[in-house]
């Protein structure tokens, strides 16, 4: 029966999620030259740009039905039949293919525009700006025209060739790169069961984490971010170092730093591991540490955008069956999304941050007051 209840729930929901998406669509800026879908974007866009309250609700409650799927999920893995997670996760994938692209940011506009650049104007993006190309289409959609390219060599190269492919064709173009990312989220959850079997981790509940976790839907397929690739290649290079292949795993390791050198960091188990005989689970906290660390850092520096939270999250899911763990990343994947209702109910985000972070601390509070109690528990022979 509750599989079942699961079904209904992610029936109803990803179908939902799909319509809702094409409220923050570009005015102008259509993927099918369709009438009938022009008149459908152009409603759907009304209802985004002057129905904020209802807008925002909408959101919310999106939001509620994918945590409660996936609580419910979670909590009955062992007890749901495999082909019903496949077909769930199927459903997941192909639903969040066909939402709009820059839903809930407009970074794939960027990814476009760089990569147009280098493949077709044949320029450097490193150091020719988005605004030397005036007539260019994608520029009014360009969010950072004044700023050069921030990614590494390794997103370039990707993205070049996805350009390639796609002959021009923006709107097929903007798919090869949904598609692109979320096979490369496929290929971390890959990487991730490999990683819990060597961390001899039972994998299910990684992966469960991973796959159906409400953030990895958003910021992995709805509006995919280069963080997925660099923690692809972060995985793999783990994976390797595991497995004591050093000349491979370092190799990975710097197309991770190619694609976003946020994964810097992780570069110092490199120096541990080469002083000190660090065991695998040592290893794992180790990630969760300096994931969490470096993402505080990025947060208090810049400002909290969900995507900052992708590696450490990522890392921190093989630690999931330890219940603080797995309640921090419970916390930390809703406080992540709610940052974006500003957005819906406001029609623009807060320039300093204030709501933002209050939103952020507000879901977890609840987590830091159980931490509390566990570690009084603690106290007297308890476990945490």
Known sequence: MWSYFILFLYLVTLPLLFIFSYSQADPGFYLLSNPAFKIFQ????????QERYFSGNLFFLILLLLFAAY??????????????????????????????????????????????????????????????????????????????SRYGPTWIALSSALYYLARGNITFLMFLFKSALAALFLGNLFLLKKLAINLKVNFRPVLIFTAFNPFFIMESIVSPHTDTVMTFFALLAFLLLLRKRYLFSGFSFLLSLGAKIVSLPLGLIYLLLYFLPLTARQLAWLFLGLGFGGAAIIIARWSINPWYLFLPLTFGSLLINYRSVRYLLWSLSAAALVRYLPYFYLGYFDPHNKIRLLLFCLLLVPYGIWLIRRWRRYRFGGKI
Do not use: C, E
């Open 42 to 49: 152009d409603r759907m866009v009304y209802l985004g740009t």
């Open 71 to 148: 609580f419910l999920l979670s909590y009955r893995q062992y007890l749901t039949p495999r082909p019903l997670l496949i077909a769930l996760f199927v459903l997941i994938i192909v639903f969040g293919l066909m939402t709009y692209p820059a839903f809930l940011s407009h970074d794939i506009f960027s990814y476009l525009l760089y990569a147009k650049i280098t493949a077709f104007y044949h320029k450097n993006p490193w150091f020719v700006l988005p605004r030397d190309f005036p007539s260019d289409p994608l520029l009014p959609y360009n969010h950072w025209p004044t700023s050069a």
